[in-house]
T-cell receptor, first 117, second 114 residues
Framework: GAVVSQHPSRVICKSGTSVKIECRSLDFQATTMFWYRQFPKQSLMLMATSNEGSKATYEQGVEKDKFLINHASLTLSTLTVTSAHPEDSSFYIC?????????????FGNGTRLTVT | GDSVTQMEGPVTLSEEAFLTINCTYTATGYPSLFWYVQYPGEGLQLLLK?????DKGSNKGFEATYRKETTSFHLEKGSVQVSDSAVYFCALKGLNTGGFKTIFGAGTRLFVKA
């Protein structure tokens, strides 16, 4: 089956620093990837849609200057949390569709747990 | 906008009990519906899906039927096992401004006791 790899799985950083999270589709090309944020005991909140070769589309309320998304190739999207603060501590999950059909499911990375001290 | 509402957990059952996790949705048009499962320490993975009204998705003994008249997609399993302990997410995928997006319910945590 389709595999999405996300790295790192855990990261601890100091307040004010930036953290980059990578998401790779290993056996398919993904023109679109999605970044979600999962709060403890809560659902996944869609942060942005990452589009290969163009700007990401951010959901309402998500700061695009804080959460920088780059989708430089058909198999790699990166999320950079800039000037991280403790309130950015969360579980970040990337996902991708194997094809562009409306009924195709998402394939998920295993997530990155970010802790900002 | 589109939304998904599923029953709050946690749900605690004994092994071999019957499971129902309710899920209802609000959407324009005709979305596809999904159940995803997140086992402890792992990412989400697709459990089953249905793409049109009256479709039944099934996998690993779990079933859910796309009911357009009641806008529901309840998850059921006749006999749960300890290994089914996980968080279950109901989701819909519909066409929104900017393309297809997947919207998730809040998740329901299931504990199965031996």
């Amino acid at each position: 089956g389709a595999v999405v790899s996300q790295h790192p799985s855990r990261v601890i950083c100091k307040s004010g620093t930036s953290v980059k999270i990578e998401c790779r589709s290993l056996d398919f090309q993904a023109t679109t990837m999605f970044w979600y944020r999962q709060f403890p005991k809560q659902s996944l909140m869609l942060m942005a849609t990452s589009n290969e070769g163009s700007k990401a589309t951010y959901e309402q309320g998500v700061e695009k200057d804080k959460f920088l998304i780059n989708h430089a190739s058909l198999t790699l999207s990166t999320l950079t949390v800039t000037s991280a603060h403790p309130e950015d501590s969360s579980f970040y999950i990337c996902s991708a569709n194997r094809d562009t059909q409306g009924n195709s499911p998402l394939h998920f990375g295993n997530g990155t747990r970010l802790t900002v001290t | 906008g589109d939304s998904v509402t599923q029953m709050e957990g946690p749900v605690t059952l004994s092994e071999e009990a019957f499971l129902t996790i309710n899920c209802t949705y609000t959407a324009t048009g005709y979305p596809s519906l999904f159940w995803y499962v997140q086992y402890p320490g792992e990412g989400l993975q697709l459990l089953l899906k249905a793409t049109k009204a009256d479709d039944k998705g099934s996998n690993k003994g779990f079933e859910a039927t796309y009911r357009k008249e009641t806008t529901s997609f309840h998850l059921e399993k006749g006999s749960v096992q300890v290994s089914d302990s996980a968080v279950y997410f109901c989701a819909l995928k519909g066409l929104n401004t900017g393309g297809f997006k997947t919207i998730f319910g809040a998740g329901t945590r299931l504990f199965v006791k031996a």
